[in-house]
């Protein structure tokens, strides 16, 4: 990146902070990792954070009642930073408010990234977004819930440190959060593991009625509108279910979606390794990680399998060349 924070701070006036749509674990804990840390050490300068409903298990972060979802008339700040977003669009309702900010700068962990803010912090190979605030701090000035917040959203993006993104700076950076005083263990029952009935009951039925293709190789399952609405569903309450797909024996790729209106599919891939999924789903306007991906298409759900398939199917068999 070539500056510091502190940097890129001078002489600002006002801040607004912004992270992707249906925000997940780094995104919200990247974010008000940030937020919590510029109110308590730049009180001076007005900070905003804007997000879109964040999960309820994400709320023992402090001060998540604070973000906004939805921007004021008129709104023009001195500087925009936007965390853990692979590009514009993935704002969401924010993006006018990045448009319109006198510089912007970006902090990702996304390959699929191209440097789209004035400047640009993006480290593919890092675990978060959230490690990577973390190495834009000043460690001695930061308190328990900004360590909180950040320590929740490297977990989650590594899967609890079990992740191949998850590197020795990962778990020194998890170690200095945890100096801090927090309870690592509580933030990572209570935002990873704990599933309420509603969430079980889903993967439950995305799981009994999943699928094998590509010899047994990729597994797939799908949740309709119908069913979410049936169980009183929200998109957060699907979080988890690929990556507990993907723990299938035998299978190489995992393939869910879960259909946002009629046949407007959200798609999220996860390789176990032969298989570079952001390579996918930038073939289908999305983004992502080698391991982790995912884009929106529309169609049925056959049309979907078959579109994606195909493109899976390419690197297995390419693989298999290769050996």
Known sequence: MGVGLSEILKGKQSIALGGHIRPDGDCVGSSMGL??????????????????EIPEAYRLIQKTEEARNCIPEGKQYDLFICLDCGDEKR??????????????????????????????YIVPDAS???????????KEKIGKPEAEALY???????????????????????????????????IIEKTFYEKTYIQNQILGRALLESILILDKRCIVSAVSKKEMDFYGAKPSDLEGIVSQM?????TETALFMYELETQNYKVSLRSKGKVDVSIIAQ??????????????????????INNVSIQIARQLDQEEIQV
């Open 35 to 52: 937020y919590l840390y510029l109110t308590e050490q730049y009180p001076q300068i007005e900070t905003d954070i804007y997000l879109e």
């Open 91 to 120: 704002l969401g309702f924010s993006a006018p408010l990045f448009q319109n900010a006198k510089q912007t700068f970006c902090i990702d962990h996304h390959v699929s990234n191209d440097a789209f803010a004035d400047i640009n």
């Open 152 to 186: 929740m959203g490297i977990a989650h993006d590594t899967g609890v440190f079990q992740y191949s993104c998850t590197s020795p700076e990962t778990m020194e950076a998890a170690a200095e959060l945890l100096r801090k005083g927090i309870d690592g263990n509580d």
């Open 283 to 304: 073939y289908f306007g999305g983004g992502g990680h080698t391991r982790a991906a995912g884009f929106t298409m529309k169609g049925s759900f056959h049309d979907v």
């Open 128 to 138: 978060s977004t959230s490690e990577l605030v973390f190495g834009l701090l000043d």
């Open 246 to 250: 993907k723990l299938t024996q035998g």
